[in-house]
């Protein structure tokens, strides 16, 4: 029989709860496929008092996270309750007591990841955390485990599901960014302070993680290109389907020649590919191994029983790893294996790009718009023109591009912004094929 699981639960919230209550549900099974049981045996909050009458009378329930740590039979501390603080000082505590550890804190571990799996690395404990990405979406085991024999290329995800929601309802009802936002929030979906999840920082944490793993590359969220999604326009949203796109938020990670491209960015994707399709609160990731190709994972990225569920499936993997000898563990990203490369510059970004440009409709515009294209060594693939919504201006050109360099498209944007004939700011959004 495997070692039984002793958790010491820290924080009791949406996934907190998620967790306990799948655990106690379906307690036998997990047991059985574990090959050992589950137990929680503490829990930590900050009000004691609240969580009580939600856990079974046996479960201590405390206010200090030294009560976990201090426990010597709690051999698995359960880290959900967010935030960089006491969060990083409670998980490694833990590991330095020896115990092992899963977590949900996706900004913890993109921020301080080095740390805690050096820390983990040097104590011979597991640090698990396939709750951090993609909620219920077992991304993690994929590339660790599924995908184990791939030289990974490629992992381009939807991974935030408010921002998300936000883009699908604004494409679907035509309504602003800020008049959809209010709708997420008051649906529960985004938080009162939403920034992280609609300025793309929240995707970033997760695709860092993602890179980690796939790639071997160390934590380092500074090398992370990241643009959110509240600058978007209705406009954009509608003229990018008339194209045959979808705008989506996706966290795109390439192992390239120069590189690992590491960038969060609102994207045109071909209306005809999967991710396309993904709509509402929902996640997706495309990951492209040489030899598997390209696969596509989806589901809920969020929520107290998915998210529940990731937590769980770590806890028993522990189990069923914890009497096995360290080299048969799961590695810790960092030594993944994969001969890791320097992260590229994001002005060296391949891509294909939409501009949109509002002109003043007089002859010679167009002419000079393409000149400056041209002398940047920009290919464009079509080109329409609109009438545009502030009559002030006149026109907007909507210019779609081959293949380019982003150095080269912002420094032609900043030449034909200096252009009489354009009336104001240039929109500038990326197109990935996902090939
Ligand atoms: N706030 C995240 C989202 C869920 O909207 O997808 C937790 O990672």
Redesign the pocket.
């Known amino acids: 029989m495997a070692t039984p699981i002793k958790v010491g639960l820290a924080g009791f919230g949406n996934v907190g709860k998620g967790t306990y209550d799948v655990l106690q549900r379906n307690q036998s099974l997990i047991a059985q496929r574990a090959g050992a049981p589950i137990e929680v045996l503490r829990v930590v909050v900050r009000k004691a008092d609240r969580v009580k009458p939600l856990v079974d009378e046996k479960i201590k329930v405390t206010e200090d996270w030294h009560d976990l740590v201090n426990d010597p039979d709690i051999n698995v501390v359960v880290e959900v309750m967010g935030g960089i603080e006491p969060a990083r000082s409670l998980i490694l505590a833990a590991i330095n007591a020896g115990k092992h550890v899963v977590t949900a804190n996706?900004a913890l571990l993109a921020e301080h990841g080095n740390e805690i799996f050096a820390a983990a690395e040097k104590k011979g404990v597991n640090v698990a955390f396939e709750a951090a990405v993609a909620?219920s979406i077992p991304i993690i085991k994929v590339l660790r485990e599924g995908l184990a024999a791939n030289r990974v290329s490629m992992i381009a995800g939807i991974?935030?599901?408010?921002?998300n929601f936000i883009l699908s309802t604004m494409r679907s009802t035509g309504r602003s960014f800020d008049d959809v936002l209010k709708e997420a929030q008051e649906l529960g979906?985004?938080?009162a302070d939403p920034t992280?999840?609609i300025e793309g920082i929240?995707t970033a944490h997760?695709l860092m993680l993602l890179a980690a793993i796939a790639f071997g590359c160390p934590v380092d969220m500074g090398k992370v290109h990241i643009e959110g999604i509240s600058h978007l326009h209705a406009e954009d949203i509608a003229y990018a389907e008339e194209l045959g796109y979808r705008i989506k938020l996706l966290g795109i990670t390439k192992y390239t020649d120069w590189g690992i491209e590491l960038r969060v960015h609102p994207a045109l994707v071909p209306a005809t590919r999967l991710l396309a399709d993904v709509e509402g609160?929902m996640?997706a990731v495309v990951v492209k191994g040489d030899a598997a190709e390209s696969s596509l994972y989806y589901g809920k990225?969020?929520g107290a029983e998915p998210?529940g569920s990731a937590v769980i499936a770590d806890l028993v993997d522990i189990a069923r790893t914890a009497d096995v000898s360290i080299a048969q563990r799961p590695k810790m990203p960092t030594t993944s294996g994969r001969q890791s490369k320097p992260f590229a510059d994001f002005g060296d970004t391949v891509c294909s790009y939409y501009l949109r440009i509002p002109v003043s409709d007089r002859p010679g515009v167009l002419a000079d718009i393409t000149r400056i294209i041209a002398d940047n060594n920009i290919s464009i693939e079509s080109v329409i023109q609109k009438e545009a919504l502030d009559k002030e201006v006149g026109t907007e050109v909507i210019m779609m591009t081959h293949t380019t360099v982003e150095n080269s498209v912002q420094r032609a944007i900043r030449m034909m912004q200096e252009l009489k004939s354009v009336r104001g700011q240039i929109i500038l959004l990326r197109q990935e094929e996902l090939r």
């Open positions: 996706k909620g991974i935030n599901g408010t921002s979906y985004a938080e992280f999840d929240d997760k609160a996640n990225g969020a998210t």
